[in-house]
């Protein structure tokens, strides 16, 4: 049985820009250090998920030719 595939979602950049214009003074180390792990533990995921459409459209263009 075949699922049907998840149609892409529109990118909301709201929580993003709420994140990349907050204020930091408010901060302390701990808590700028603590910020920095998380950011990039979702840059290493995002990656990830970047990776695996990209080879999961390498292989459709291989199998069926280009598709974009």
């Known amino acids: 049985m075949f699922e049907e ?3 892409p979602r ?4 709201g ?3 709420e ?3 907050e ?3 408010i901060y302390g ?3 700028l250090e603590e910020r920095i792990e998380a950011l990039q533990a979702e840059i290493t995921r995002t990656k990830a998920q970047l990776d695996k459409k990209r080879a999961g459209r390498d292989a459709a263009n291989a199998l069926f030719g280009r598709l974009d």
């Open 10 to 13: 529109a990118f909301n950049r």
């Open 15 to 17: 929580a993003l820009s």
């Open 29 to 31: 180390v701990a808590e």
């Open 5 to 7: 595939p998840v149609e």
């Open 19 to 21: 994140t990349i214009h």
């Open 23 to 25: 204020d930091l003074e």
